[in-house]
């Protein structure tokens, strides 16, 4: 094999194997926050990431961003005294690597339970960035957009948010 051939194989293998990666630590991510993991969220973000809510017009809701692993982590330790239940149900998966970094973007369905006890649908998608650093891969900058979170029994036509459902 000559040596462009083979350095065309490792460079593909190595985006093969970004993808894999990446793909991994989102998986994580939602079965971690099934699991209540709390605190041990932190372990899939980097020490200067930064997770936050978005609105549909792209800005950041007040009071919906945290940055650092710590800061993340803390608002995970908090997380099942507003989301008791949860299960996270990803979709329509997009990862582009460029050499040590990555975009993930998935669609999200997620039947949950807020902390009165109401049984809520949240739909909506996250666009994600990620870095390897040191071989190893984990999450820069998280970004979640809620498209709807209505009540169960309302449905997103009736109450597409939950503000929607109270008034």
Not at 84 to 108: C, M, P, Q
Request: proline content about 3%.
């Amino acid at each position: 094999m000559e040596t462009a051939d083979l350095q065309d194989v490792l460079r593909r293998l190595d985006l093969l194997e970004s993808e894999r990666a990446v793909r991994a630590v989102k998986a994580h991510y939602m079965q971690w926050a099934d699991e209540k993991r709390r605190l041990g969220m932190g372990e899939l973000f980097w020490d200067d990431a930064v997770w936050e809510e978005l609105d549909h017009g792209g800005a950041t809701i007040p009071g919906a961003r945290w940055v650092g692993r710590d800061a993340i982590a803390q608002m995970f330790n908090e997380s099942p005294d507003r989301l008791s239940f949860t299960v996270h149900y990803l979709t329509n998966e997009k990862i582009t690597v460029v050499g040590d970094t990555a975009v993930g973007r998935w669609k999200l369905l997620e039947p949950c339970t807020v902390r009165d006890e109401t049984a809520v649908w949240q739909g909506g998608h996250y666009i994600d960035d990620f870095e390897r650093r040191d071989g190893v891969w984990k999450i820069s900058h998280l970004r979640l957009t809620l498209d709807f979170q209505t009540p169960y029994h309302e449905g997103w036509l009736r109450a597409p948010f939950l503000e929607s459902a109270q008034s």
